[in-house]
Nanobody, 123 residues
Framework: QVQVVESGGGLVQAGGSLRLSCGAS????????MGWYRQAPGKQRELVAT???????NYADSVKGRFTISRDNAKNTVYLQMNSLKPEDTAVYYC?????????????????WGRGTRVTVSS
């Protein structure tokens, strides 16, 4: 079983910055990709940014130039640096880990979600 835990959310004024962290832990797994998603009140969950094992990144158009995703492979941790925050960035931010797990001689791929961390940007 792989656990994913986010941290770093909070309340910030528009134009401010926050840094989110997400760590994956467990036994016998390797990370294929990790990403951040968000869900604003009354809206569907949407992709914010992803980073692959080869450090290839992908961003939603709405955050390009403001957010930066990075990872520390040794710590199985991914970060989301959020700058120039806007009220429309207010949401619960979820981390996702796309992992390969070895168990009982088998290898399978699974996607694990964290419980989310709330980001509120005041105007």
């Amino acid at each position: 079983q792989v656990q994913v835990v986010e941290s770093g959310g909070g309340l910030v004024q528009a134009g401010g910055s926050l840094r989110l962290s997400c760590g994956a832990s467990g036994r016998s797994f390797s990370i294929i990709a990790m990403g951040w998603y968000r869900q604003a009140p009354g809206k569907q969950r949407e992709l914010v940014a992803t980073i692959s094992n080869g450090d290839s990144t992908n961003y939603a158009d709405s955050v390009k130039g403001r957010f930066t995703i990075s990872r520390d492979n040794a710590k199985n941790t991914v970060y989301l640096q959020m700058n120039s925050l806007k009220p429309e960035d207010t949401a619960v931010y979820y981390c996702n880990a796309d992992v390969s797990v070895s168990q009982s001689g088998l290898v399978f791929r699974t996607s694990q979600w964290g419980r989310g961390t709330r980001v509120t940007v005041s105007s």
